[in-house]
């Protein structure tokens, strides 16, 4: 019997919208590894899309949680980091990846802070750079092309682009310090839309349909998926293909049910198919 894998996820708790922990838990479990949690924040929704949430930053719950998880001698198999509820918790994760890292362990980050070519609402530049130097402390990091171009300080460009462009994205984001990149929301034509992956000097594209609309949330449904196929040993060219086609089920099966965007992805009757893709 194979050792079951723990995931440590870091991200925030959006109590209604499907995206971070409530994307994250589910579909890490899916793919077979406990995850355990720590959440960043609480909000009443996401950002994206609502107005008067509210939100609640839980940066001094950091260091007792992981204070206690230390007396615990807790060992995680893979951290997992996504959306951050302060400036001064990029500072945190870097401690939790020193105290919590495995020899051979994963310390993936999604560096979370916008799309379509500009940020979030709570986030500004000196948070991108911050989070430059979190990337840094990483093996993978994910990020779209507004977050990478946030970080390497390349221009964004939402289409039109060709190949060069992209392979000097994921140069300059290699150039942060992580050895595995893997760069969404890649699209050469109208019809295809997906991720590049790079590691050892090689890109491998994995590109699928390109389904209409702005769908929330599908970043952390992606990010989940690769996490959860990379701690079941899939290459990381395998998993993002994996994460790519799980997404785009996702998409798909939320434009038939014709739900609101802003609610995030029909994710959960997808996950039976993201099993079957681990196998
Ligand atoms: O899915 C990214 C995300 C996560 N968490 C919160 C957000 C967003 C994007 O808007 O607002 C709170």
Request: aromatic residues 8%; hydrophobic residues 40%.
């Amino acid at each position: 019997m194979k050792q079951q894998k723990r995931v440590l996820a870091i991200h925030d708790i959006s109590c209604v919208g499907k995206c971070s922990l409530t994307v994250a838990l589910p579909i890490i479990s899916a793919s077979g590894a406990e995850c355990s949690i720590l959440p960043t924040s609480v909000l009443s929704t996401h950002t994206g899309g609502f107005e008067n949430y509210t939100f609640r930053d839980l940066t001094d719950e950091i260091v007792p949680i992981t204070d206690h998880w230390k007396s615990l001698h807790l060992a995680v198999d893979a951290i997992y980091t996504g959306y951050l509820g302060s400036f001064r918790q990029i500072e945190l994760m870097k401690g939790i990846f020193r105290d919590f890292r495995q020899e051979d362990g994963l310390v993936c980050v999604d560096p979370v802070m916008g799309d379509n070519g500009s940020l979030y609402a709570l986030f500004d530049e000196e948070f991108a750079k911050g989070m430059a130097t979190l990337c840094g402390e990483a093996d993978l990091i994910m990020p779209n092309l507004t977050e990478a171009s946030y970080m390497t300080g390349l221009p964004y460009r939402a289409s039109g682009y060709d190949e060069d462009y992209i392979l000097s994205m994921i140069e300059a984001l290699h150039g942060l310090g992580a050895k595995k990149v893997v760069l969404t929301g890649v699209s050469f034509d109208e019809t295809k839309l997906g991720a590049a992956a790079s590691e050892d000097g090689k890109v491998t594209y994995l590109m699928n349909d390109l389904i209409d609309g702005y769908y929330h949330g599908t970043g952390d449904v992606f990010g989940s998926a690769l996490v959860g196929a990379l701690v079941n040993g899939k290459t990381l060219a395998k998993a993002t293909e994996i994460a790519v086609s799980y997404t785009v089920a996702c998409i798909r099966r939320t434009k038939e049910a014709a739900t609101e965007a802003r609610y995030g992805v029909c994710f959960e009757q997808e996950l039976p198919a993201f099993i079957e893709m681990l196998k």
